[in-house]
């Protein structure tokens, strides 16, 4: 059974950055990519963007491209999410899951998911 | 962008009802359709891939239906485990969730 092990709960002043990581199983990671998918409370689930870990690749979503930047680790095995300049409305469960493999976008369902990890944003 | 418009938002039933949700897609995504259960402060768990596919583990009282851009997931006789929110989501174009259908005790 894989597992996607992510970093702890941050808080965040307006204005910030973060950076949550998402650690991988050594012998699967270059084999998939990654995608990050936040919850605000009581909301549905919302995809910000996905990364190659074959090759570093990434596709952000409209909404966060100008502010966020995925990356990866292939000696720590660890994908990251860093979301800067935070607003209150980015105060969150965020997600990371293992997707499209490869090089570019392939129809992949997000299979496996790490436990989340808590962003609140205040000042 | 693809939008996902999922029905009901809230549904009432009891343990052995046959319950189905309902998503439609603004364009044709063929069948790459996703299925997730979600409990609360948990991860989303995949369920139903390619719009009918059984995720290895998922009980065989779950399945899914529908190409294009209707789809439903059926749950054939609820069970106690069963009570949560379930989210469809297309990976034809990247990927969209519905907006999610929270699943109750009647």
């Known amino acids: 059974q894989v597992h996607l092990v992510q970093s702890g709960a941050e808080v965040k002043k307006p204005g910030a950055s973060v950076k949550v990581s998402c650690e991988v199983p050594?012998?699967?990671?270059?084999?998939?990519?990654f995608s990050w998918v936040r919850q605000a409370p009581g909301q549905g689930l919302e995809w910000m963007g996905w990364?190659?870990?074959?090759?570093?690749?990434?596709k952000y979503a409209q909404k966060v491209q100008d502010r966020v930047t995925m990356t990866t680790d292939t000696s720590t095995s660890t994908a990251y999410m860093e979301l800067r300049n935070l607003r209150s409305d980015d105060t969150a469960v965020y997600y990371c899951?293992?997707?499209?493999?490869?090089?570019?976008?392939?129809?992949?369902?997000?299979?496996?998911w790490g436990q989340g990890t808590a962003v609140t944003v205040s000042s | 962008d693809i939008q996902m418009t999922q029905s009901p938002s809230t549904l009432s039933a009891s343990v052995g009802d046959r319950v189905t949700i309902t998503c439609r897609a603004s364009?044709?995504?063929?069948?790459?359709m996703a299925w997730y259960q979600q409990k609360p402060g948990k991860a989303p768990k995949l369920l139903i891939y390619?719009?009918?596919s059984l995720e290895s583990g998922v009980p065989s009282r779950f399945s899914g239906s529908g190409s294009g851009t209707e789809f439903t997931l059926t749950i054939s006789s609820l069970q106690p485990d069963d009570f949560a929110t379930y989210y469809c989501?297309?990976?034809?174009?990247?990927?969209?969730f519905g907006q999610g259908t929270k699943l109750e005790i009647k």
């Open positions: 990364i190659s870990a074959y090759n570093g690749n990434t």
């Open positions: 364009q044709s995504i063929s069948s790459w």
């Open positions: 050594a012998y699967t990671f270059t084999s998939y990519g």
């Open positions: 390619k719009a009918s």
């Open positions: 899951a293992r997707s499209t493999p490869g090089s570019a976008f392939y129809n992949y369902a997000m299979d496996v």
């Open positions: 989501q297309q990976y034809n174009i990247w990927y969209t």
